[in-house]
């Protein structure tokens, strides 16, 4: 869905969006403290429904097959990921064929490497389907611009988003939904920003599940599928709080026994003086898709390079399967 800008449409006064996000902070605040995060746990998984249109029957087996992955293998292949990752002190994500990303995303250091990792192995216990490696950026030193040139966020469409980040922090965004200029930013400002003067990247993450990736662009479905798949099908940003949000102090561990550590950034560990000022209350995942990704490399202290993704194709050693899915795609060409 892309709405057209229309004087009628309801919006909120400056002294609204106040007390929205008011709202928002003290309604976080009241959950957590009566859904306490380490008392309960979730399983998310998604089907589509006769709507989706008349290839129903295709697309529900497609979607059973995703769902079902083999487990082990993503956790194998994205642990290879993961131990490339722990190496570096920051991720480079550059895009090609008129996507303009460029950015550099800082990753934390690890005081036991034999005992740490900054990415969670995420696999198929809580969302499912598989898979993806995420992380949470130091905001500190994360810079750069991040372009796509079509998303749904959220079921609203977005041409040409682009966002620009320093230290961590969005400072520029525009779209080429609307002719005019400032319906474009008003559009990303209460949709994506929702009603913030800015956000920090909460989380950059590599989705692993080439077969959703091609599922979706050969029916066709990728303004339908739901963020929990969405994510999977590339890198992704997401701008807002973290994925540990309210639970940074619970101790989590991979399947290979090491201990996650990257769970704060500057803002939510301001949540130790003012909880109020350590959360926004949103977070939403913007992917890149494999075909308009020139490069993700980690770049060690040291300075070297240790390429992920080049061409949209993963080319780390240990990782090559996930291109089994992609072999009748056209690589991207710059």
């Known amino acids: ?187 990303i400002y209460d949709n994506v920003l929702k009603n913030h003067e800015t956000l920090p990247l909460g989380e950059f993450a590599i989705g692993t599940n080439t077969t959703a990736y091609v599922a979706a662009r050969k029916y066709g479905i990728e303004d339908k599928m739901p963020i929990l798949i969405a994510e999977k099908t590339g890198p992704h940003f997401a701008v807002g709080d973290t994925c540990y949000s309210w639970s940074e102090d619970i101790r989590v561990y991979n399947p290979n026994g090491k201990e996650i550590v990257a769970k704060d950034n500057s803002v939510s560990i301001l949540r130790k003086e003012d909880v109020s000022k350590a959360y926004v209350n949103c977070h939403t995942d913007i992917t890149i898709p494999y075909e308009e990704l020139e490069e993700i490399s980690v770049v060690t202290k040291e300075g070297k390079d240790i390429i992920l993704l080049k061409n949209g194709r993963f080319v780390l050693p240990g990782t090559e399967v996930l291109n089994e899915p992609l072999k009748e795609e056209m690589k991207c060409q710059k």
């Open 1 to 187: 869905f892309s709405p057209e800008a229309k004087p009628e449409a309801p919006a909120y006064s400056s002294e609204q969006r106040e007390l929205s996000l008011l709202y928002d902070s003290r309604s976080g605040q009241m959950t957590n403290e009566y859904i306490k995060g380490d008392e309960r746990s979730f399983t998310i998984i998604a089907y589509p429904v006769p709507e989706i249109g008349e290839q129903y029957p295709e697309i529900f087996d497609e979607i059973i097959r995703i769902n079902t992955l083999d487990a082990e293998l993503y956790e194998r292949v994205q642990q290879t990921m993961i131990d490339a990752l722990d190496q570096g002190e920051y991720v480079r994500v550059t895009g090609c064929g008129g996507n303009e990303t460029d950015i550099r995303v800082q990753l934390c250091g690890l005081n036991d490497p034999e005992k740490e990792t900054k990415f969670e192995n995420c696999v198929a216990d809580v969302n499912i389907p598989v898979g993806e490696v995420f992380t949470s950026p130091v905001l500190e030193g994360t810079d750069g611009v991040l372009h796509v040139s079509r998303v749904f966020l959220e079921g609203l469409e977005y041409r040409n988003l682009k966002i620009t980040f320093k230290d961590g922090k969005i400072t520029d965004y525009t779209c080429s939904n609307f002719e005019d200029e400032e319906e474009n930013r008003r559009y």
